[in-house]
């Protein structure tokens, strides 16, 4: 466990940026039971505010390995990276692994990174390229999610969404706080959903019928916008 917290903080040095305390590796501590990371949101960018993806990726990386998942050969190579051009990766980003996508036969995984705290955004699935929309569900292997869709509002009042999201606004609010081994599916076609990482990040497996890009659909415009390369 010792280690795990060396790579870690080796990892993330220059990213991190420490609340004043004794111990100055205390926010890596696995055995603190509000054990909580902060990063340092310039970090990712150069001086003229471009998104720097290898560093994306190196923050990934040793969030895989703090919670001991494998590393497979390839991983980093394959490791898809996006701030969505918000300019704010450390609140609002994604790292996705496609392990498979199968359009013929109808089945895709791929695991989802999320960072200490980080949101992926608001965002639903329609029809598109003959595909069926995608239903899905996601099983949390390490850390902890706040997944959120439709239905009855329960978000915890501690949850807070960044501004660079519709003004920190979100359309769908019932939430299942779900960690190791929990699975949680999509609650219907179409439905809008979106996940905050808890403070020690998220590791999240996702199964779907089919992933298809360019029908993906954003509830912040600017986002979506981003998304479609528009």
């Known amino acids: 466990m010792r280690g795990r917290v ?3 903080a080796l990892a993330l040095a220059g990213m991190l940026v420490f609340a004043g305390c004794t111990c100055p590796w205390r926010n890596l501590c696995p055995f603190a039971k509000t054990a909580r990371i902060h990063l340092d949101n310039a970090y990712f960018y150069d001086a003229q505010g471009k998104f720097l993806p ?6 990934y990386v ?11 050969n390839e991983m980093r190579e394959k490791l898809w990276v996006s701030d ?18 199968n359009e013929k036969d109808r089945y895709m995984l791929m695991d989802v990174f999320l960072l200490p705290n980080q949101m992926l955004a608001e965002h639903w699935h329609e029809k598109g390229d003959a595909n069926p929309a995608k239903l899905e569900g996601w099983l949390v292997r390490y850390g902890l999610s706040h997944v959120v869709g439709e239905g009855e509002d329960n978000l915890g009042k501690d949850i807070v969404i960044p501004k660079c999201h519709c003004n920190g606004t979100v359309t769908v609010r019932h939430e299942t706080v779900a960690g190791p081994g929990a699975f949680v599916p ?9 996940q905050l990482a ?3 990040g998220a590791i999240i497996t996702e199964v779907a019928n089919v992933h298809t890009d360019s029908a ?14 528009k």
């Open 216 to 229: 993906v659909r954003h509830s912040d415009k600017a986002i979506n916008d981003a998304f479609l390369g």
């Open 62 to 72: 040793a969030l895989m390995k703090f919670h001991g998942y494998p590393v497979y």
């Open 198 to 200: 808890g403070p020690q």
């Open 84 to 101: 969505y051009g918000t300019g704010q990766f450390a609140r609002l980003g994604l790292g996705a692994r496609m392990w498979m996508n």
């Open 54 to 59: 290898e560093r994306a990726k190196d923050a």
């Open 186 to 194: 999509l609650s219907k076609e179409g439905a809008r959903h979106w």
């Open 6 to 8: 060396g790579v870690f």
